[in-house]
Every structure is written in C-alpha cells, then in structure tokens.
C-alpha cells in the first residue's frame, strides 16, 4: 500500500518517499515491450556475425527496413521495427495451437538490420544479401521482417547461396505474383523479385509455388511466362471454392516436389485488408488472418525451412497495429512449429554435410 511521504528532515529524500526499500528486478527479457530496447519479443540483439557464429542460434530474426523500390503506397521501411515491437507478452511464451513454449526449446536471437540508406535500390539490396548470407552461414535460419517484397530476391539468393549445391523450393503467399519483367523500366522493383530469382538462377521455376492471388494482376502474358518457367500457383478464387486447408496441402506437396528445402515469403496483402490494411498495394477479398496463420505453421511443420521473409507491413496506413500484429504472428507461429519439430528429434538448425 502506498505511504505519505515522511517529512523527517534526518532523512534523505530516497527515503522521505519510500523509493529506498527493497523492490524486484526484471531481467530485459521480462520487462513490458515497451521498455527497453524494441528487439523481436525482446530477445537478445545479437548483430555481430561473430558472435553469431559462436552462439549458433537456432533462429534469428533479421530486419530489412528497405521501400524504395515501392510502386504505390511507401512506408515498408518502418516495418521491422513495428513487427518487432507489436507483441503484449514478454519472457517465455506459450502456443496455445501446439502446446510448446518456443523460446525454452529454441535459441532465437535479433540479428539486427541490415544496413540500409535510403534512395539506392542497388545497394539496398546487397546488403540485405550480406546481412542474410552471414546469419544463414552460422547455420541459423533466417526470419527476415520486410521492407518491400523487392528484398525476397536478394534474401532468398542468399539462403540458395548457403544451401547450395542442395536447392531450395519457395512457397509465396501474395496477392500478385511479383513476377513482372519491369515496373516501368525498373527490374528491381517489389512487383520483379520472383522473375528476379528464377532468372537468376538462384531458384527454378517449377520450385515455386504461389497461394492467394486474385484481384486484377498479372495480365495474361505474364501467366504465359510463368507456365513457361514451371511455376505453380493457387488463386485466391480456389481457396473460395476447395478451402484453404485443401488448397495448402497440395501447395506443400507441390513445394516438396524436387527442392532439398523450403524458403516461405509472405507479403501480408495476402490477408484481405479488412484484417491487414497496412500494406502497400491492398487487394480485396484475400485469407483470413487465422488461415494464413495455421497455413504457415503447417507448412513448418512439414517441410525443411531454410528461411522465411514477412514483407510489405506500412504503419503508416496500419490503424490500431493490426497488420503488423498479424505480421508478427506469422513469425510465431513458424517458430513455434521448429519448436514442435525439435521436440520431435528433427534437426532446426543448418549444418553442412
């Protein structure tokens, strides 16, 4: 119970107000969110590659705070850190959908951001690619919180960099493909990353799998494209009619057909943006939040994840944090499933044959 100040002049002012008695210390990890520095759930900042290396964490969270290759609505950049900051619990938690604390089983850590300047894609670009090809090195597997969908294509050829000579699959939640030849002259921007990818190299067309696309792009010669390359794909219309649980289960089916291992890249617009209006290109008529939710965490749960990227969160248009609470949660229940899989005897983390 609170006390009256005492107004003894023998005693010091600590003391006059009661400020000198024994309270608790919380450790960082406890604090409230709001205190303290905003790292993902609160975790240890570990930015140094070096330290990495020795830690050798099973996740660490990567942040890419790059927008400049957007085409309609800015704002991406801001988007690690309100993901990283909109959670309410601190210390260990608890997954009510799989009964695991995450954090007690696995080593996470906050790998920083890349270092990113504004106004120049190309080096934008190369640095998220250092950045992820340093942590996905340690073996760790690299969650990475966009930015623009423009950075799938250097974080994704990193991961392939890392996981070479084996290949990786990637399964894209979106409302558009992003397989555009340009955006009005420019091939790096965040309509281009996965044309970007398959041209490259770093991933094969008939690898990719794409869910939740609707709405009024891409125009049919870039559909010819992609059935060219082998890609596959799930329009929202199909979700609508099958249901999301059938249409996820062909699209891992799909996924595990060749690649050695799986990279997820969510741009949240796959949410309708009823649930997810915080986002650079808005598309009507999209997921619910609870099924990409459950998608994601199934998919980890069935297949070897090398990576992950969660794009296209603006706070600027993100009343009341719902998208980026949404954006965050998709972190968390990816590493809840890892979690499960360790528990399970399977291996989480990389380690070079």
């Keep these: 119970m609170a006390q009256r100040p005492d107004s003894n002049d023998d005693q010091g002012f600590a003391a006059r107000n009661g400020w000198d008695r024994p309270f608790e210390a919380y450790d960082d990890y406890d604090l409230p ?48 850190r309100a993901i990283r900051e909109a959670q309410y619990t601190t210390g260990s938690i608890h997954s009510l959908q799989l009964g695991t604390e995450p954090f007690e089983i696995l080593d996470v850590v906050d790998a920083g951001d890349a270092n990113i300047v504004p106004a120049w894609i190309d080096r934008g670009h190369a640095f998220i690619y250092r950045k992820v090809l340093e942590v996905a090195s340690t073996g760790a597997i690299p969650i990475v919180l966009g930015g623009d969908h423009s950075i799938t294509w250097p974080s ?86 099958r249901g999301a649980e059938a249409v996820i289960d062909d699209a891992i089916a799909e996924a ?20 997810a209006p915080g986002t650079g290109t808005p598309e009507p008529g999209g997921f619910l939040t609870r099924e990409l939710l459950r998608a994601v965490r199934r998919i980890a749960l069935a ?51």
């Design 256 to 275: 595990l057909d060749g690649p050695d291992t799986i990279y997820i890249s969510v741009d949240i617009d796959v949410i309708d943006p009823g649930s």
């Design 156 to 241: 994704a050829t990193a991961v392939a960099e890392v996981r070479r000579p084996g290949s990786i699959g990637i399964i894209h939640f979106d409302a558009h493909a992003d397989t555009a030849t340009d955006t009005w002259g420019v091939l790096a921007g965040h309509g281009t990353p996965m044309r970007r990818l398959i041209e490259s190299g770093a991933v094969k067309g008939s690898n990719f799998v794409q869910v939740g696309l609707r709405g009024y792009w891409p125009p049919p010669d870039t559909f010819a494209w992609m059935q060219e390359q082998g890609m596959r794909w799930h329009l929202m219309r199909e979700v609508e009619e």
């Design 303 to 353: 297949c070897d994840i090398s990576g992950m990227d969660i794009v296209e969160v603006s706070p600027p248009y993100d009343h009341a944090e719902v998208t980026a609470m949404a954006a965050n949660r998709v972190a968390l229940e990816v590493i809840s499933a890892l979690a499960q899989k360790k528990l399970g005897g399977h291996p989480v983390r990389f380690e070079r044959p």
């Design 33 to 80: 969110m709001y205190v303290g520095l905003p790292t993902f759930q609160k975790l240890p900042w570990i930015a140094d590659a070096a330290a990495l290396a020795e830690r050798k964490p099973h996740v660490a969270i990567v942040g890419a705070p790059f927008d400049d290759a957007v085409s309609h609505r800015p704002g991406a950049r801001f988007g690690p």
